[in-house]
């Protein structure tokens, strides 16, 4: 048994799916019995009064039928109950219980049993008063210094004090700037009432000043108050604490001196008396009750503290002394003499567990038995570990060190893209021009093997793709629960995507809370992004893509793109992106070559990339497992570094317009001061034209702010399409040069760093830094290039030329027949001539050229990509129908 645990000494559950608050539990002789000892009141906000008196037969035992001394349903919820002496004439204890709309005092009193059925207890109504205002909490006390009586104070809901004398209601006051009500107690030492406002500042009223203030029912002032009447209702003093408080206690030691406790949220607080600090003490856990309850030493206090850790820790001032673990988050905690027993610890959770418990440890009566002596025989022992040592070294072969079974069989994701468009179109009102937007619908089914916990599935889509909706959230109580969910993706801009693939993220938590993150991609239909188009045998951009086997009509590899006649459609074939972009695709008679063209650099990639998975998944369906494609064209680097001066560009018209926008802001904040100024001055003066000026510079602003949201509206196009030409220039590499897989992904990853470009993290100086980081690597010419090392920090260049430079000397050094890998310390081999002719170029020669020389000699054995002849084999538009 643990020793940091607070013992159960009795303890029950209250009702079925009741609630309880901090108001809802007293202990008190509240029977008048004299004998000292408490009983427990708890009342509830479904209207049940319950009074406990404990008798267990032994620790820990649970409620008895005759610890229950009366059960009672009130009309109306329990908001607080308290003991005192509410009924004038007598000195005896009575129940005042608050409900939202009412104050009822009672009287309990018991009857002694003359049979086996015991005493039997009752409540009386002395008294009750109905409340024009709606109650928050109440406090009592000797207000005033009256003696041998208590008076009542009620806080309502829009921060009213209403303060009745027992059975008569004396005054009510408005609390200055009160907006939303906290928690009250009295001070009978300096006869105040102290509160934390919603400002998050306690406050002290003296109740004098609230007796001789204007009443409630009069809120504006009158002209004897602006005259200075002393009717106002003034406070005594106040503190900012900076944060909400959840309840605040008196404690006085003596006649000289008190403390004012308030706990926070984050922070627990002790005052003097007149409000200054005495001290405060930083939380670790989030707290949920407090009890200041006694002083064990002179001029220290010993405190409860109750937290949503199910922890009730005891502090001595702010020196933490013991902890208890309790099996509820307490809401309210009492200290109270039970049965002969003093200090037991009551405290009741918001379900109703309601426990008396102590502190201390338990006497462990258990001994552990004298282990028999033997003696131990070496020799199977040594067997024993040379076969468990077999066994693990055959685990560690056959599944690895980490097995991952487990972990993917927690749960399952698959995607399911529907064939076909949506009949009815998901796009909410969306157009590209003058073409209607369709959208596709996509399944995600999950399937899980054990129950899990906060499981959230993510969708992502590369803009100007939109979802119907990205966010989803499971609960999977029991194991083998299937759930599936869908959604639509649509077109939301006039450009294409990067990349039509989407992908489904679920991250949850295992049974042991471990978290785990699986993910599923999926393939959206080309035709969700373009429509069939007219053929065009002119075009800026063109790009041919050799194969190794036969060629194949366009209309197998693309049926739902056919526009015209079928035989027209076998060797030539268009395609419109929504927005208006052609593209056209021409496949060769004879030769096994295919010709895309556009008049856009960017617009190639996708139906370039479509192209390879169609006739991919053609021949493999053929049976064909050595299909290859190859590129042999010249890299087009100077479209692609047009594209990446058009986005810096941007990214420092940016700059330049947030800078400016930023100056205007300054200016009209200036010149608004300046006219406040001349507006409040008591003598008129002429404004010299400052509200012309401001009104001049209220429309600069207004300008600069639509030119700043109209460049990142063409930053994050431009970003779209340099994504879009950086995927088809690494295919072009890697056909080129006939990468692997995981060389292409190293290039991907270098050049495809952000999925978002910003102004403080751009495109620009990621990409300069990691292709640095690949020729200062694995493409290296020395070790002298392998120990220089990068900057640590990235900044905006102040140009493109560096970064140019940089990606041309990587194609050049691919050319010469360096390969690429993670290993720092694989350098590139001796220089090779390019088998299309590239001859080695000198790296001294590449520091001095520029780079659009670079790219243009480099690879002078070829012509412009815009300038390429047509292939003679590839039939042109005059000659489709020969």
Known sequence: MSLFKARDWWSTVLGEKEEFDQGCLCLADVDNSGNGQDKIIVGSYMGYLRIFNPHPVKTGDGAQAEDLLLEVQLRDPILQVEVGQFVSGTEMLHLAVLHSRKLCVYSVSGTLGNVEHGNQYQIKLMYEHNLQRTACNMTYGSFGGVKGRDLICIQSMDGMLMVFEQESYAFGRFLPGSLLPGPLAYSSRTDSFITVSSCRQVESYKYQVLAFATDADKRQETEQQKLGSGKRLVVDWTLNIGEQALDICIMSFNQSASSVFVLGERNFFCLKDNGQIQFMKKLDCSPSCFLPYCSVSEGTVNTLIGNH?????????????WASQLPHVPVAVRVGSLRDLKGVIVTLSEDGHLQCSYLGTDPSLFQAPKVESRELNYDALDAELKELQKIIKDVNKSQGVWPMTEREDDLKISAMVSPNLDSVSQAPDVEVGTDHVPS???????????????????????????????????????PEMTRTVAFSVFLKGSYAPPELEGN?????????????????????????VCLPGQPSKIASHKLTIDTNKPPVSLLSLFPGFANQSEEEQVNVMGFRFLGGSQVTLLA????????????????????TNELILRLREYFEKQG???????????????????????????????????????????????????????FKDKTPAPLQHLDTLLDGTHQQVMALADAVE????????????????????????????KLSADQVAILEAAFLPLQHDTQELGWEETVDAAVSHLLKTCLSKSSKEQALSLGSQLSKPRDTSRLKKHITLLCDRLAKGGRLCLSTDAAAPPAMVMPGGCAPIPESDLEERSPEQDSTELFSGHKHPSAEPPVPEVASLQGVSE
């Open 309 to 321: 850790n199910s922890l009730l820790h005891v502090y001595q001032d702010v020196t933490l002394k």
């Open 440 to 478: 596709v619908t996509v399944k995600v089914t999950l399937q899980n093997r054990v129950a899990l916990q906060k499981t959230k599935l993510s969708v992502y889509v590369q803009p100007p793709l939109v979802l119907s909706r990205d966010q989803f959230t499971f609960e999977f109580t029991a």
């Open 504 to 528: 489904a993220v679920v991250s949850y938590a295992r049974p042991t809370g471990i978290p785990r993150v699986i993910q599923c991609k999926f393939r959206l239909p080309l035709k969700l």
């Open 588 to 607: 060769s008679k004879t030769s096994q070559r295919y010709r895309i063209q556009s008049e856009q650099f960017e617009d190639l990639w996708l139906i």
């Open 624 to 678: 064909s497992k050595d299909f290859a494609c190859s590129f042999s064209g010249s890299m087009p680097l100077q479209e692609y570094f047009a594209l990446i001066d058009h986005h810096f560009e941007l990214r420092k018209n940016g700059e330049k317009l947030e800078e400016l926008l930023s100056e205007r802001a300054v200016q009209f904040r200036a010149i608004q001061r300046r006219l406040l100024t001349r």
């Open 710 to 737: 109209e460049n990142q509206a063409s930053l994050l196009q431009a970003f779209s399409r340099l994504r879009s030409a950086t995927h088809l220039l690494l295919l072009l590499v890697g056909l080129w040069q």
